[in-house]
């Protein structure tokens, strides 16, 4: 390989790197300002969105899994964010209700990295976001991981964190 090559190389595996730790930042400065992870201030989203929407279709919207949505609202209704409460009608429908506590934080308006990408990607012109999408696909492809399951979310960590992870994720401070 020659050096030209090398620095490229190089130059492709630091943006990467940048990319990661970017994504690691924002996920922690979430965590520890408003005490949720990404994915769980992505459902506490979709439900103030839609009040009384089934988890099923939860999870739908927010491109996750049901086990995985319930999980996470398992840890919301643990940390005092939302409340599963029995229709009165139907004891088998169970809605998800927002605590003050969590109507709170989302009136701050807490941004998830997504939607910042996503106005600025919006932004390019379509040839600029194919050549993106297929010079991602490529690196995927390069990196062995084409075939690894990944949902839409820029977040680190686990999808369906508990008290405890959150608390060893703070505490783990990555050296990039």
């Known amino acids: 390989m020659d050096q030209t090559s090398q620095d490229l190389s190089d ?6 790197r940048q990319i990661i730790r970017a994504i690691d930042l924002h996920s ?15 459902v506490l989203k979709e439900i103030n969105k839609s ?3 089934p ?8 491109s996750l899994s049901q086990a995985t949505v319930t999980s996470i609202l398992d840890r919301l209704g643990q940390q005092g964010f939302t409340i ?9 429908k169970v809605s998800i209700v927002l605590t003050d506590k969590a109507k709170g934080i989302l009136d701050l308006n807490p941004s998830l990295l997504q939607e910042d990408f996503t ?10 976001k194919n050549m993106l999408l297929s010079s991602l696909q490529r690196l995927a492809t390069m990196m062995d ?32």
């Open 28 to 42: 922690k400065k979430l965590t520890k300002r408003y005490g949720l992870t990404g994915p769980q201030l992505i």
């Open 84 to 92: 599963r409460q029995r229709s009165d009608k139907d004891k088998r």
């Open 145 to 176: 991981a084409s075939n690894i399951e990944s949902q839409p979310i820029l977040a680190s960590g686990p999808l369906s964190a508990s008290p405890s992870d959150v608390k060893r994720y703070l505490e783990d401070e990555i050296n990039y």
């Open 11 to 16: 130059s492709v595996v630091s943006t990467l």
């Open 119 to 128: 106005g600025q990607f919006d932004k390019l012109k379509d040839w600029e």
């Open 51 to 53: 009040p009384s929407k």
């Open 55 to 62: 988890i099923s279709e939860i999870a739908k919207n927010v």
